[in-house]
């Protein structure tokens, strides 16, 4: 396994970006490039810390699983970093990760970021001033993370890796009541809460069902289930618990 620097990560993303038909500023609408993608994608709820679950058949039918108990900038950040999994990651192999993200969850992680929080879509957003001043402001961060549909703490990050802010920058966010935040500039809450449970993307067929109607069960369940699916051909299936990017 190559573990990408994160210019390559940059670029990897960036290369998905114009092959999906989007520029290097809009937002990703994971829904909708799920559908456009052909990607059997379900929500449902898994256990604490175990954010999503991918696999590849023989066939090239890919499927994702996204813990519906995370709130929804969480889970499209899940879909992202299931995407690099499918599309990317060059020795996939049935595991479930533990908590720590190195290795292919390191790798997904960077791309999930680079991919939903481009470079030049987040530079276009700050302030000349906020750039002089190396202060990016609470209004900025909010309006940034309601247009990529990130979470919090998946922004201030990504600001870091980008050198947009310092450690003590991003410890001082960290402090601030997200929803109340959120709320106190008249934004809709939706992305700080959970949701999305039962919700279906794509065509499912039989085996799927009985995914869609196992509720909640363990992970290691969840991935027999999905080696069903894929009639035991499953080339790749895991649970991330990704650290780093909660
Ligand atoms: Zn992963």
Redesign the pocket.
């Not at 895991?238 to 990704?242: G, H, I, M, N, P």
């Given at each position: 396994m190559k573990r990408l620097t994160i210019l390559e990560a940059e670029t990897l993303a960036g290369k998905f970006r114009s092959e999906i038909g989007l520029s290097q500023y809009e937002p990703v609408n994971a829904k909708t490039q799920l559908r456009k993608l052909n990607i059997t994608t379900m929500y449902r709820p898994l256990s604490d810390n175990s954010?999503?679950i991918?696999c590849r058949s023989k066939s090239g039918k890919k499927f994702i699983l996204v813990n519906s108990n995370s709130t929804r900038g969480r889970q499209h950040f899940t879909i992202a970093?299931?995407l690099?999994?499918l599309f990317y990651d060059e020795n996939p192999s049935p595991h479930i990760?533990q908590g720590v993200a190195t290795g292919?969850?390191k790798n997904?992680?960077m791309f999930a970021s680079a991919l939903l929080l481009p470079r030049e879509g987040i530079l276009s957003m700050i302030d000349k001033d906020e750039i002089i001043h190396s202060k990016i402001k609470l209004a900025t961060v909010l309006r940034m993370e309601q247009m990529y549909q990130v979470s919090r703490s998946n922004l201030l990050l990504r600001l870091k890796e980008l050198g947009l802010m310092t450690e003590s920058q991003v410890k001082s966010f960290q402090a601030i009541q997200v929803k109340e935040s959120a709320r106190e500039y008249g934004y809709e809450l939706s992305l700080y809460e959970a949701g999305n449970e039962g919700l279906v993307i794509g065509d499912f067929g039989e085996k799927a069902r009985l995914l869609y109607e196992s509720g909640k069960i363990s992970e290691g369940h969840y991935i027999e289930l999905l080696n069903m699916i894929t009639d035991g051909q499953g080339r790749g299936v895991?649970?991330?618990?990704?650290g780093g990017h909660t």
């Open positions: 954010y999503g991918s970093h299931e690099y999994h990760c292919e969850e997904a992680n895991r649970a991330s618990r990704s």
